[in-house]
């Protein structure tokens, strides 16, 4: 028996009211720099092959001598839309992805971020809301992050 054990087995510690026998809950491992970086890479790679056919197609149907993929232009013309707005929403989230990954990068650093800046690079706060505080007088002293990041072309 023990110090602390009384008749009733292990006893509370009297200055923190907390029994002896508890732990903390395991770390929880970080993943590999790879797999971090697995879902901005597929963004961008989807981004770049969306893009790279948008363009060929765009450049080819207008040629001296067109390439005429379908017997009617206004399919082509479809097609050449439906590619160009999947390049948008495409490049729209490998750039919302590169701000994610730039947002904790900067919060991990040792001087830290500011608050404002953490906000304003997050995907959660809108438009409207990198505008506001950017324009408001909390300081930010990473305002060129939150600037570019409202520049990025937003679908939704």
Known sequence: MSHNDGPQG??????SNIESSLTSP???P???????????VCWGLASAICL?????????TSASVPFTPFKNPSRT??????LSNTSVILLSGFMSELNEKLRWSLASQRSGIDFAS??????????MGVVSLVFSSWKIRDKKWCVQRNLNIRVF
Do not use: C, H
């Open 118 to 127: 953490f906000l304003g690079l997050s995907r959660a706060t809108g438009n």
């Open 52 to 60: 790279a056919i948008t363009i060929w197609l765009a450049f080819a």
């Open 30 to 40: 970080l993943q590999s720099n790879y797999r971090q970086y697995l879902i901005a």
């Open 10 to 15: 292990p006893q509370k510690d009297p200055e």
């Open 26 to 28: 395991p770390p929880i």
């Open 77 to 82: 013309v479809l097609v050449i839309n439906v």
